[in-house]
């Protein structure tokens, strides 16, 4: 069965950067787009960057663009978000999701990311 | 905000029929692109529960079922029972801002 298991949250300060992975098993990962999505504490769902399979193709929506980059590691089943310059606002749990364009039919746990000085 | 609009929160008593409405724009359900909706259980990471308007994935029951009408989407839970107390989030894509979300809907089951 499909299996996400997202790592790599933690309390960093304003304005530094931290990197989340996500272990993916179950299915053939290199055939499938992957997207990063998060929750802020209490409120909804937000989805962030989507990458292409082979990662040829990526897109991040407004919030993120420029300060969070997606990539992944096909050899080791892994998706993986660097996030730069945080702020509080990015205060989260943050999911990695099996993206089935357009919509998601898995997700991991989810990783708490906390932005706080 | 959110792009999509969904009423804050429903209730129902066990074995009523809820419906969650998820209100868009000609740039998103009304443009033609699918709405997709997850349930998130307390304390849990979201599910899919409906894709594409109208499909169930496997496992989850016929008591769920989704609906489009130019732009706006309901989600529809017959038979309601206690363990679909949860969060429904719809979900479907903007011309511009990509793949988007409502706000979610708290269903309370009396």
């Known amino acids: 069965q499909v299996q996400l298991v997202e790592s790599g949250g933690g309390l960093v300060k304003p304005g530094g950067s931290l990197r989340l992975s996500c272990a993916a098993s179950?299915?053939?990962?290199?055939?499938?787009?992957m997207s990063w999505v998060r929750q802020a504490p209490g409120k909804g769902l937000e989805w962030l960057s989507y990458?292409?399979?082979?990662?040829?193709?990526?897109s991040s929506g407004d919030s993120v663009r420029g300060r969070f980059t997606i990539s992944r590691d096909n050899a080791k089943n892994s998706l993986y978000l660097q996030m730069n310059s945080l702020r509080a606002e990015d205060t989260a749990v943050y999911y990695c999701?099996?993206?089935?364009?357009?919509?998601?039919?898995?997700w991991g746990q989810g990783t708490l990311v906390t932005v706080s000085s | 905000q959110s792009v999509l609009t969904q009423p804050p929160s429903v209730s129902g008593a066990p074995g009523q029929r809820v419906t969650i409405s998820c209100t868009g724009s000609?740039?998103?359900?009304?443009?033609?692109?699918?709405v997709h909706w997850y349930q998130q259980l307390p304390g849990t990471a979201p599910k899919l529960l409906i894709y594409?308007?109208?499909y169930r994935p496997s496992g989850v029951p016929d008591r769920f079922s989704g609906s489009t009408s130019g732009t706006s989407a309901s989600l529809a839970i017959t038979g309601l029972q206690a363990e679909d107390e949860a969060d429904y989030y719809c979900?479907?894509?903007?011309?511009?801002?990509?793949?988007?979300f409502g706000g979610g809907t708290k269903l309370t089951v009396l």
């Open positions: 999701t099996r993206d089935s364009i357009p919509y998601f039919d898995s």
């Open positions: 179950g299915f053939t990962f290199s055939d499938y787009y």
């Open positions: 990458i292409s399979g082979s990662g040829d193709s990526i």
């Open positions: 000609s740039s998103d359900i009304g443009a033609g692109y699918y």
């Open positions: 594409a308007n109208t």
């Open positions: 979900q479907s894509y903007d011309n511009s801002l990509g793949r988007v």
